[in-house]
């Protein structure tokens, strides 16, 4: 009855919205909780390298089960995180656990890979990011050769977070800038920070085979990152065409459900198997 008094309250107003806005509310409530009550776990995605099709990495990817509510997509908790701070914490907590994670799977006797880890802009802003870097390194006992921290053109963009670059650059860290081509930026920024590697965003690679031009722009992106020295690497690769134009072009790695789905540790641990066993 109370649910149904509800509804009708919100059709008062402007309906959908409120609603909406209500969803979100209870949502960012849950999310709150959502670290201490364990809901919160991370998925990897493998990276290979274009040509031997090698493993050679792996992208951890956060995945909240809400008990009642099943998965909620990333695309919509992680704003949500972000607006309330909360990525701060959460951020922290993917840190040490794909940290410790990559470390484990070393010590069981595959081949180093490099785990990489997504950056929020709020990561930079508030708290000591080198400093939890450093201690998610420093509990794990992982090498600083084997992160690699993804940001987005935005966060390279801004000046404030350029001594934290350069200090995590100097630890040893590979830095990527994820999504690449998507955001405000200039190019020139390239050439002067400590960016050893860019992610082609899938936007540009599911027009391969479609729209010239986004085989012109993906192109032009290899030409400059060739010249300036950086790794490649392209997301969301779900066909062989695309596989082959991007293997053609000299993209380094490639990433995408053509080859793995982001997957538990659990599953993981079964692909490094299969992957190594011979
Ligand atoms: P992203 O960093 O650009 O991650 C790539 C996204 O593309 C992932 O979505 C992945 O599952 C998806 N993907 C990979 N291959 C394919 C493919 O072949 N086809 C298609 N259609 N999709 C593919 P996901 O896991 O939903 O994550 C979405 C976004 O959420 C990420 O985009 C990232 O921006 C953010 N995110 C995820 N985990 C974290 C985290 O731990 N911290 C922060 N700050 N952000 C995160
Ligand atoms: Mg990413
Ligand atoms: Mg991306
Ligand atoms: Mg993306």
């Not at 794990?140 to 650059?169: C, D, H, Q, V, W």
């Not at 392209?234 to 053609?248: P, S």
Request: with cysteine; charged share 25%; proline share 4%.
């Amino acid at each position: 009855a109370a649910k149904e008094a509800g509804k009708n309250r919100y059709k008062c107003y402007d309906g959908k919205g409120q609603a909406e806005a209500s969803e979100l509310m209870e949502l960012r409530n849950y999310l709150r909780k959502a670290l201490s009550r364990g809901e919160l776990e991370l998925y990897y995605q493998p990276q290979i390298q274009a040509g031997s099709a090698q493993l050679v990495g792996m992208e951890a990817l956060l995945r909240w089960n809400h008990p009642k509510l099943g998965p909620v997509s990333p695309q919509q908790f992680i704003p949500l995180a972000e607006e309330t701070g909360l990525i701060v914490e959460i951020g922290e907590w993917v840190l040490r656990v794909a940290c410790a994670q990559n470390k484990e799977w070393q010590e069981a006797g595959f081949p180093e890979l490099r785990i990489a880890v997504n950056l929020s802009a709020r990561q930079f802003a508030s708290g000591d990011l080198a400093a939890s870097v450093r201690s998610a390194l420093e509990a794990s006992g992982l090498e600083p050769r084997y992160l690699e921290l993804e940001i987005t053109e935005n966060m390279a963009m801004k000046n404030e977070n350029l001594p934290t670059l350069e200090l995590l650059r100097d630890m040893g860290i590979t830095l990527s800038i994820d999504d690449f081509g998507t955001q405000h930026s200039s190019l020139g920024y390239l050439k002067s920070l400590p960016i050893s590697r860019i992610k082609i965003d899938r936007s540009f690679v599911s027009g391969i085979g479609k729209d010239e031009r986004d085989e012109a722009i993906i192109h032009a992106m290899m030409l400059v990152a060739r010249r300036l020295k950086l790794s490649v690497v392209a997301e969301g690769v779900e066909t062989e065409a695309q596989y082959r134009f991007l293997a053609e072009h000299e993209c380094d790695d490639i990433q995408g459900f053509l080859f793995y789905r982001p997957q538990p540790a659990e599953l993981i641990r079964k692909v490094l198997l299969e992957h190594w066993k011979s």
